[in-house]
């Protein structure tokens, strides 16, 4: 069973404001990424990290920033949010190897108005 | 290009009506396929993961089956409890990285 954290939950903002989106976990696994889900779409993936300083951005062209300062911690950084930015964000963990799932947090629902 | 369909987009069922989903994949190399299971406004829920083809795997009514170019999620006598979405994902030996499908939205019915 994976213990990975979300906060807030649900986040309503307006335009222009600053958002950290937080994720932690308690595995102690060191891969850690962020996905994007609109309501019956695919996951996209947005930042992936493989360890304490390592992040590389995903396949989805995004506008916000990571950071890997602890293995436990990969908060997520909007500089600036926009109506744009409104969707689902998970973070997710798996272990190191080939062939072992990812474990999802409970995800943030963002809406920027 | 690494691609994943998955399909119907939408099933709908009543409750012991068994039925199959599918999964299927184009990939540089398959290094592992994954079912998950989403509940509305949760993360996903990891269920299966299956490597080469010929591989079953079985969750009490659900049973994951792989060949060369696809997956199927078979149902057998659904709950109301089995309603959600089951999304289906890869992972390619030339891409480190979960590439997901849309999804199959089931529903099950009384």
């Known amino acids: 069973e994976a213990d990975i954290y979300q906060t807030p939950r649900y986040l309503v903002i307006g335009t222009g404001k600053k958002i950290t989106l937080e994720c932690s976990q308690t595995m102690g696994h060191d891969k850690m990424y962020w996905y994007q889900q609109d309501p019956g779409m695919e996951l996209h993936l947005i930042h992936y990290?493989?360890?304490?300083?390592?992040?590389e951005k995903g396949d989805l062209s995004s506008e916000s920033t990571v950071s890997r300062i602890r293995t436990e911690h990969f908060p997520l950084t909007l500089e600036s949010a926009r109506p744009s930015h409104t969707s689902q964000y998970l973070c997710?963990?798996?272990?190191?190897?080939?062939?072992?799932?990812?474990?999802f947090g409970p995800g943030t629902r963002l809406t920027v108005l | 290009e690494d691609q994943v369909t998955q399909s119907p987009e939408a099933l709908r069922l009543q409750e012991g009506e068994s039925s199959s989903l599918n999964c299927s994949y184009t990939v540089s190399g398959l290094r592992g396929l994954f079912w998950y299971r989403q509940d509305p406004g949760k993360g996903p829920e990891f269920l299966f993961t299956l490597y080469s083809a010929g591989e079953e795997k079985e969750k009490e009514r659900l049973k994951a089956t792989l060949t060369k170019k696809e997956s199927f999620l078979h149902i057998t006598a659904p709950k109301p409890e089995d309603s959600a979405t089951y999304l289906c994902a890869v992972l390619s030996g030339g891409y480190n990285k979960l590439i997901f499908g849309a999804g199959t939205r089931l529903a099950v019915h009384p």
């Open positions: 990290s493989y360890g304490v300083n390592s992040t």
């Open positions: 997710a963990t798996r272990v190191a190897g080939d062939y072992n799932e990812q474990f």
